[in-house]
Nanobody, 127 residues
Framework: QVQLGESGGGLVQAGDSLRLSCAAS????????MGWFRQAPGKEREFVAA????????YYAGAVKGRFTISRDSAKNTVYLQMNSLKPEDTARYYC????????????????????WGQGTQVTVSS
């Protein structure tokens, strides 16, 4: 049974940092792309970042580029999202997701391309 478990969310102030973790289990993800999405109340789920498990190529949404860093630890089967210089507009529930092969870089921001999802972790940034 595939499971993606997010952790690391919390309440922080603007300018602070947080690191989210996504522990993956239940299958081999070597050929997958792992992504982070977020959803704020009343808004659609939006792409944040993605990483190829095999090549470590990374992809970012414009709103977080330069502030967020996605990485993975193969030994721990875990994907991370380091979030720096957090802003109130980063407030959302953050979800980890897995995209099966093959993937197209131009479609990594589409949530329906991912077939496994975690339950999410809440990030709240106060001003």
């Amino acid at each position: 049974q595939v499971q993606l478990g997010e952790s690391g969310g919390g309440l922080v102030q603007a300018g602070d940092s947080l690191r989210l973790s996504c522990a993956a289990s239940g299958r081999t993800f070597i050929n997958y792309v792992m992504g982070w999405f977020r959803q704020a109340p009343g808004k659609e789920r939006e792409f944040v970042a993605a990483i190829s498990w095999s090549s470590s190529s990374t992809y970012y949404a414009g709103a977080v580029k330069g502030r967020f860093t996605i990485s993975r630890d193969s030994a721990k089967n875990t994907v991370y999202l380091q979030m720096n210089s957090l802003k109130p507009e980063d407030t959302a529930r953050y979800y980890c997701a897995a995209h099966p092969p093959p993937y197209y870089t131009g479609r990594l921001d589409i949530a329906t391309e991912y077939n496994y999802w975690g339950q999410g972790t809440q990030v709240t940034v106060s001003s």
